[in-house]
Protein backbone atom coordinates (compact mmCIF):
# COMPACT_ATOMS: atom_id res chain seq x y z
CA UNK A 1 0.00 0.00 0.00
CA UNK A 2 3.24 2.23 0.46
CA UNK A 3 4.50 4.69 -2.67
CA UNK A 4 2.42 7.82 -4.85
CA UNK A 5 -1.18 6.06 -5.64
CA UNK A 6 -0.92 4.40 -8.92
CA UNK A 7 -3.29 1.96 -11.01
CA UNK A 8 -1.80 -1.56 -11.46
CA UNK A 9 -4.53 -3.55 -13.35
CA UNK A 10 -8.17 -4.34 -13.77
CA UNK A 11 -10.52 -6.77 -15.62
CA UNK A 12 -14.32 -7.20 -16.35
CA UNK A 13 -16.79 -9.31 -17.13
CA UNK A 14 -20.02 -8.31 -19.61
CA UNK A 15 -22.14 -11.71 -19.19
CA UNK A 16 -25.06 -11.44 -22.07
CA UNK A 17 -27.57 -14.06 -20.03
CA UNK A 18 -29.44 -12.58 -17.26
CA UNK A 19 -26.63 -13.82 -14.24
CA UNK A 20 -27.15 -14.62 -10.73
CA UNK A 21 -23.54 -14.65 -10.08
CA UNK A 22 -20.67 -13.06 -12.01
CA UNK A 23 -17.00 -13.06 -11.69
CA UNK A 24 -14.20 -11.42 -12.28
CA UNK A 25 -10.31 -13.12 -12.13
CA UNK A 26 -7.46 -10.61 -12.01
CA UNK A 27 -5.20 -11.05 -14.14
CA UNK A 28 -1.67 -10.81 -12.49
CA UNK A 29 -0.92 -11.94 -8.87
CA UNK A 30 -2.15 -9.04 -6.40
CA UNK A 31 -0.22 -7.03 -4.26
CA UNK A 32 -0.60 -7.15 -0.32
CA UNK A 33 -2.02 -4.00 1.49
CA UNK A 34 -3.13 -2.25 -2.01
CA UNK A 35 -7.13 -1.18 -2.73
CA UNK A 36 -9.27 -3.08 -4.76
CA UNK A 37 -12.29 -0.70 -6.33
CA UNK A 38 -15.40 -3.11 -8.06
CA UNK A 39 -17.86 -1.14 -9.93
CA UNK A 40 -21.14 -3.48 -10.38
CA UNK A 41 -24.08 -2.57 -13.34
CA UNK A 42 -26.29 -4.08 -14.46
CA UNK A 43 -29.60 -3.31 -16.54
CA UNK A 44 -32.56 -3.45 -13.73
CA UNK A 45 -33.79 -1.58 -11.52
CA UNK A 46 -35.22 -4.48 -9.45
CA UNK A 47 -32.20 -7.03 -8.79
CA UNK A 48 -29.74 -6.16 -5.65
CA UNK A 49 -26.26 -7.62 -5.43
CA UNK A 50 -26.02 -9.90 -2.17
CA UNK A 51 -22.86 -10.28 -1.59
CA UNK A 52 -19.09 -9.61 -3.08
CA UNK A 53 -16.28 -11.67 -1.84
CA UNK A 54 -12.82 -12.71 -3.51
CA UNK A 55 -10.64 -16.20 -3.61
CA UNK A 56 -8.89 -14.31 -0.35
CA UNK A 57 -11.83 -13.42 1.66
CA UNK A 58 -10.81 -9.78 1.44
CA UNK A 59 -14.04 -7.91 3.36
CA UNK A 60 -15.82 -5.52 0.34
CA UNK A 61 -17.38 -2.48 1.33
CA UNK A 62 -20.04 -0.74 -0.20
CA UNK A 63 -18.59 3.04 -0.94
CA UNK A 64 -21.90 4.00 -3.03
CA UNK A 65 -24.95 2.99 -4.24
CA UNK A 66 -27.03 1.56 -5.67
CA UNK A 67 -27.76 4.42 -7.75
CA UNK A 68 -31.18 3.55 -9.76
CA UNK A 69 -31.78 5.13 -12.95
CA UNK A 70 -34.27 4.28 -16.21
CA UNK A 71 -33.53 0.48 -15.98
CA UNK A 72 -30.16 0.98 -14.76
CA UNK A 73 -28.88 0.27 -11.33
CA UNK A 74 -25.12 0.71 -10.27
CA UNK A 75 -22.84 0.37 -7.04
CA UNK A 76 -19.33 1.23 -6.70
CA UNK A 77 -17.29 -1.40 -3.39
CA UNK A 78 -13.78 -1.83 -1.90
CA UNK A 79 -11.58 -3.99 -0.63
CA UNK A 80 -8.61 -2.10 1.64
CA UNK A 81 -5.49 -3.60 2.72
CA UNK A 82 -5.58 -6.88 0.45
CA UNK A 83 -3.38 -10.45 0.51
CA UNK A 84 -1.11 -11.06 -2.03
CA UNK A 85 -1.61 -13.72 -4.81
CA UNK A 86 -3.82 -14.37 -7.40
CA UNK A 87 -7.46 -13.61 -6.96
CA UNK A 88 -10.94 -13.89 -8.72
CA UNK A 89 -13.60 -11.34 -7.48
CA UNK A 90 -17.13 -12.97 -7.77
CA UNK A 91 -20.57 -10.90 -7.13
CA UNK A 92 -23.96 -12.49 -6.62
CA UNK A 93 -27.62 -11.37 -6.81
CA UNK A 94 -30.80 -11.78 -5.18
CA UNK A 95 -32.12 -12.74 -8.33
CA UNK A 96 -30.88 -13.08 -12.17
CA UNK A 97 -29.87 -9.62 -13.19
CA UNK A 98 -29.77 -8.17 -16.40
CA UNK A 99 -26.49 -7.67 -18.48
CA UNK A 100 -24.37 -7.57 -15.59
CA UNK A 101 -21.02 -5.34 -15.92
CA UNK A 102 -18.47 -6.02 -13.36
CA UNK A 103 -15.29 -3.73 -13.34
CA UNK A 104 -12.43 -5.38 -10.85
CA UNK A 105 -9.86 -2.66 -10.42
CA UNK A 106 -6.44 -2.60 -8.15
CA UNK A 107 -4.70 0.46 -6.91
CA UNK A 108 -1.20 0.88 -4.88
CA UNK A 109 -0.50 3.58 -2.52
CA UNK A 110 -3.90 4.40 -0.66
CA UNK A 111 -4.73 3.93 2.81
CA UNK A 112 -4.94 0.55 4.52
CA UNK A 113 -6.82 1.60 7.65
CA UNK A 114 -9.23 3.85 6.29
CA UNK A 115 -9.09 4.45 2.55
CA UNK A 116 -12.54 6.03 1.72
CA UNK A 117 -12.79 9.91 2.42
CA UNK A 118 -16.64 10.47 0.12
CA UNK A 119 -18.92 9.32 -2.59
CA UNK A 120 -21.97 10.71 -4.61
CA UNK A 121 -23.36 9.14 -7.43
CA UNK A 122 -26.39 10.62 -9.60
CA UNK A 123 -28.64 9.50 -12.91
CA UNK A 124 -30.48 11.81 -15.47
CA UNK A 125 -30.60 11.72 -19.34
CA UNK A 126 -28.20 12.94 -21.85
CA UNK A 127 -25.12 13.38 -23.61
CA UNK A 128 -22.68 14.01 -20.50
CA UNK A 129 -22.77 11.82 -17.54
CA UNK A 130 -22.31 13.28 -14.33
CA UNK A 131 -22.22 11.90 -10.28
CA UNK A 132 -22.30 14.83 -8.58
CA UNK A 133 -19.92 16.87 -6.50
CA UNK A 134 -18.07 15.54 -3.26
CA UNK A 135 -16.05 18.00 -1.10
CA UNK A 136 -12.24 15.89 -0.26
CA UNK A 137 -11.04 16.32 3.40
CA UNK A 138 -7.34 15.13 2.50
CA UNK A 139 -5.25 16.25 0.17
CA UNK A 140 -3.61 13.08 -2.21
CA UNK A 141 -6.29 11.43 -3.22
CA UNK A 142 -7.10 9.23 -6.01
CA UNK A 143 -10.84 9.87 -7.56
CA UNK A 144 -12.46 7.53 -9.36
CA UNK A 145 -15.04 6.87 -11.26
CA UNK A 146 -17.55 4.56 -13.16
CA UNK A 147 -20.84 4.43 -15.29
CA UNK A 148 -23.26 2.82 -17.20
CA UNK A 149 -25.28 4.10 -19.99
CA UNK A 150 -28.11 2.49 -22.31
CA UNK A 151 -25.95 3.52 -25.25
CA UNK A 152 -22.76 3.89 -24.71
CA UNK A 153 -19.37 6.04 -22.99
CA UNK A 154 -17.37 8.11 -25.79
CA UNK A 155 -14.73 8.58 -23.52
CA UNK A 156 -13.31 9.61 -19.82
CA UNK A 157 -14.37 12.84 -18.49
CA UNK A 158 -12.15 16.19 -18.46
CA UNK A 159 -8.81 15.35 -15.97
CA UNK A 160 -9.74 11.69 -16.10
CA UNK A 161 -7.69 8.83 -17.72
CA UNK A 162 -9.98 5.92 -19.08
CA UNK A 163 -9.17 2.91 -17.76
CA UNK A 164 -11.79 0.82 -19.85
CA UNK A 165 -14.72 1.17 -21.86
CA UNK A 166 -16.44 -2.59 -21.55
CA UNK A 167 -17.13 -4.39 -24.76
CA UNK A 168 -19.27 -4.36 -25.47
CA UNK A 169 -21.75 -3.01 -22.71
CA UNK A 170 -19.30 0.22 -23.00
CA UNK A 171 -19.94 1.01 -19.47
CA UNK A 172 -17.00 3.00 -18.09
CA UNK A 173 -14.24 3.00 -15.21
CA UNK A 174 -12.06 6.10 -14.94
CA UNK A 175 -9.63 7.84 -12.40
CA UNK A 176 -7.47 11.05 -11.52
CA UNK A 177 -4.80 11.41 -9.09
CA UNK A 178 -5.29 14.72 -7.00
CA UNK A 179 -3.01 16.74 -4.57
CA UNK A 180 -5.10 19.28 -2.78
CA UNK A 181 -8.54 19.13 -1.38
CA UNK A 182 -11.59 20.62 -2.91
CA UNK A 183 -14.96 19.67 -4.87
CA UNK A 184 -14.52 16.90 -7.34
CA UNK A 185 -16.89 14.80 -9.53
CA UNK A 186 -16.72 12.18 -11.98
CA UNK A 187 -18.05 12.93 -15.67
CA UNK A 188 -17.94 11.05 -18.87
CA UNK A 189 -19.44 11.92 -22.22
CA UNK A 190 -21.50 9.71 -24.03
CA UNK A 191 -23.98 9.56 -26.84
CA UNK A 192 -27.37 10.41 -25.77
CA UNK A 193 -28.75 8.01 -23.16
CA UNK A 194 -29.70 6.97 -19.74
CA UNK A 195 -27.43 7.16 -17.57
CA UNK A 196 -25.44 6.52 -14.02
CA UNK A 197 -22.84 8.18 -13.11
CA UNK A 198 -20.64 7.43 -9.56
CA UNK A 199 -18.05 8.75 -7.71
CA UNK A 200 -15.86 7.28 -4.55
CA UNK A 201 -12.94 9.08 -3.46
CA UNK A 202 -9.76 7.34 -1.52
CA UNK A 203 -7.02 8.98 0.34
CA UNK A 204 -3.55 8.10 0.13
CA UNK A 205 -1.32 6.19 2.45
CA UNK A 206 -0.01 7.56 5.25
Known amino acids: GGGPIAFVQLNYATPSAPSTSVSVAYTLAQTAGNLNVVAVGWNDA ?119 ITNPDADIAEDKVVSSTGSYSASAPATSSKWVMQVATFRAAP
Open 46 to 164: TSTVSTISDTHGNTYTLAVGPTTGTGLRQSIYFAKNIAAGSNTVTVTFNQAAAFVDVRALEYSGLDTANPLDVAAGAAGTGTLANSGAVTTTSASELIFGAGMTSTHFTGAGAGFTTRI
